[in-house]
């Protein structure tokens, strides 16, 4: 991955796609050390793991239908619903329908650069 850290302004034409799971790739969209934007695909039926890290995550659901799974509890959303996981917190999400999730963290996520 190419360090944008010097960079104000991405244009995500010019962004490549990165496997991470089957049927999940992702975009770094903008990023610093307290902040990073994250555009996550998947297909239908695809699965973001159940994990964790020590960053606090938001995420919004741009496109498609996920259950979503925090801490145990499991709740579907749509496309304009978005989800908050704090440190630490076992979560995960389906994709119901094939979509689109925009992830941010704070602070960035060093790993995935």
Do not use: C
């Not at 010019?14 to 990023?31: D, H, N």
């Amino acid at each position: 991955m190419t360090n944008r850290l010097n960079s104000f302004f991405q244009h995500e034409a010019t962004l490549a796609w990165e496997p991470t799971e089957p049927g999940v790739k992702r975009k770094i969209m903008a990023y610093g050390p307290d902040l990073m934007i994250v555009r996550v695909a998947f297909e239908a039926g695809a699965v973001g793991k159940a994990h964790s890290h020590p960053h606090r995550q938001a995420s919004y659901v741009e496109s498609g239908v996920f259950d979503v799974t925090i801490d145990g509890r499991t709740e579907r959303l749509i496309a304009g619903d978005s989800f908050f996981v704090p440190a630490d917190l076992v979560h995960g999400v389906v994709a119901v329908e094939a979509g689109q999730l925009v992830d941010s963290f704070t602070p960035m996520r060093e790993e995935f650069l």
